[in-house]
C-alpha cells in the first residue's frame, strides 16, 4: 500500500481532522486540536514528497501548471469513500502537504451548538448572511449544515462556489448544483462565478469564501437583485467582519457601500470552536448578530466604530443576537467550558461584564430550580 494511503487509513481511524506531511518530519495528524505523530512511519524525505505529489496531481497538466506557477495548489483528493481538501504548498523549496479530511456525513443543525434564528433566517427572500471564524472554526460545517437544510425543508435552486467541493449534496425538495472553483474547474474565480449566477435563475447562492473586493461586489449585486447570498470570511467577531467589508473599498465608495451594507446584510454568526475540559469533545462558540434598525445605524455611520456594533449587538438580545461574552458566560453555567477558557477568550477589559453575566446566569439558573 501507498504510504499516503496507510496514513489516510490511520488519520480516518483516529478520526483526524487533518494531515500534515513534511519534508524530515512523520506523517502528523490533527486529533481534536492536538498534533500526533502516526507510529510505525520514517520521517519523510524528498521522494516520499513528490510520490504524494504524483498521487494528488494525477498526471492532470493544469493542476501541475498552477502550482508550479503560483507555488502553491488548491484540489480535492477521493481514496475509497473518503473525501480531502488538499493544500501544496512549497517550504525550503520542497512540497508541503495539509489534507483536510471532509466528513460522510453531516451532523444535525440541532447539534452544531447554534441557536434557531440562524437557520430562520434562510427563509429570507434576499440578502445576505455572513458566516465567520478562523480557520478551523467549523465554518465549512456549518455552512453545510445551512444548504443541507434549506435542500430539506425549502423548494428553491441552490448554486454553490467552492474551493475545492468538500460535501457532496444530492437534491431533495431544493436544486443544488455545486461548482468547483480553481483554473481548469467549474468557475475560474468566486467572483466570476458569483456574476454568472445571475444567468442561472437561483433563488440561493452559497460562496465558500469572501475573499476581496471583486467577489464582495459580486455577492452585493446578486443581493441586491433579489437572491439570498449566503458566504464565509475569515475574520473573528461579527463587528470586524463588518470592518473587513467596508475596507475592501477605498475611502470615497465607503460611504456608499455602509449605505447597501445596512439594508442588505440581515445576519453575521461568527463562531470559535474550542476543545472541552473533559473529554475529547469541540464546544462550538457563537457571536450571532441580527442586523436591526440600531446596528444599520452603527453601520451607515460616517465614522465606523467596532466597539459600536458590539455595544448595539449586546443590545439587541430579544432580538436573536447573541454577544460573545453572553455565549461565553452560558457555556461556563452549562459546564461545556471552564472559566480559564472562557477568559482567554475576551479581553480583560470585558472581564468584569463577563463575571457579572455569569452571576446573572447563575441566578436565574437557581431561581428556575425552584
Known amino acids: 500500500m501507498l504510504l499516503i494511503e496507510s496514513v489516510i487509513k490511520e488519520a480516518v481511524l483516529k478520526d483526524a481532522s487533518d494531515i500534515h506531511l513534511m519534508c524530515g518530519l512523520k506523517p502528523i495528524l490533527r486529533i481534536r486540536r492536538s498534533l500526533v505523530e502516526v507510529s510505525d512511519t520514517k520521517p519523510l524525505d524528498e521522494n516520499d514528497l513528490y510520490d504524494v505529489y504524483d498521487y494528488i496531481v494525477r498526471g492532470n497538466v493544469d493542476k501541475d501548471n498552477v502550482y508550479k506557477q503560483e507555488r502553491k495548489l488548491d484540489t480535492s483528493l477521493v481514496f475509497g469513500d473518503v473525501r480531502l481538501r488538499v493544500n501544496c504548498s512549497y517550504a525550503d523549496d520542497m512540497p508541503v502537504f495539509t489534507m483536510r479530511i471532509i466528513k460522510n456525513e453531516l451532523p444535525k443543525y440541532e447539534d452544531l451548538g447554534l441557536p434557531e434564528i440562524v437557520k430562520a433566517m434562510t427563509y429570507q427572500p434576499q440578502g445576505l448572511i455572513l458566516v465567520t471564524g478562523k ?12 444548504i443541507d437544510d434549506i435542500n430539506r425543508k425549502q423548494n428553491k435552486k441552490i448554486l454553490t462556489l467552492e474551493s475545492p467541493v468538500e460535501y457532496k449534496h444530492t437534491s431533495k425538495k431544493s436544486i443544488i448544483v455545486q461548482k468547483e472553483v480553481g483554473p481548469g474547474k467549474d468557475s475560474a474565480t468566486f467572483s466570476d462565478g458569483a456574476k454568472n449566477a445571475l444567468r442561472e435563475d437561483c433563488d440561493i447562492l452559497v460562496i465558500g469564501e469572501i475573499r476581496d473586493k471583486i467577489t464582495m461586489e459580486a455577492a452585493i449585486d446578486m443581493a441586491e437583485s433579489g437572491h439570498l447570498v449566503i458566504g464565509t470570511l475569515h475574520t473573528k467577531s461579527c463587528a470586524e467582519t463588518v470592518d473587513r467589508m467596508v475596507n475592501f473599498y477605498d475611502v470615497r465608495d465607503q460611504s ?22 473533559k473529554g475529547n469533545e469541540l464546544v462550538l462558540v457563537p457571536e450571532i448578530m441580527v442586523v436591526d434598525n440600531a446596528i444599520a445605524a452603527c453601520i451607515r455611520k460616517e465614522k465606523f466604530s467596532t466597539s459600536e456594533i458590539e455595544d448595539a449587538i449586546q443590545g439587541n438580545l430579544d432580538k436573536g443576537s447573541i454577544g460573545l461574552v453572553n455565549s461565553l458566560a452560558n457555556l461556563y453555567v452549562t459546564g461545556k467550558l471552564s472559566l480559564e477558557q472562557v477568559k482567554s477568550q475576551v479581553e480583560e477589559k470585558n472581564y468584569e461584564t463577563l463575571n457579572r453575566t455569569i452571576m446573572q446566569l447563575n441566578l436565574k439558573k437557581g431561581s428556575g430550580a425552584k
Open 135 to 146: 480557520t478551523n472554526s467549523g465554518k465549512s460545517t456549518t455552512l453545510n449544515c445551512l
Open 256 to 277: 456608499t457601500v455602509k449605505n447597501l451594507l445596512s439594508s442588505l446584510l440581515k445576519l453575521v454568526v461568527s463562531q470559535r470552536l474550542l476543545k472541552a475540559p
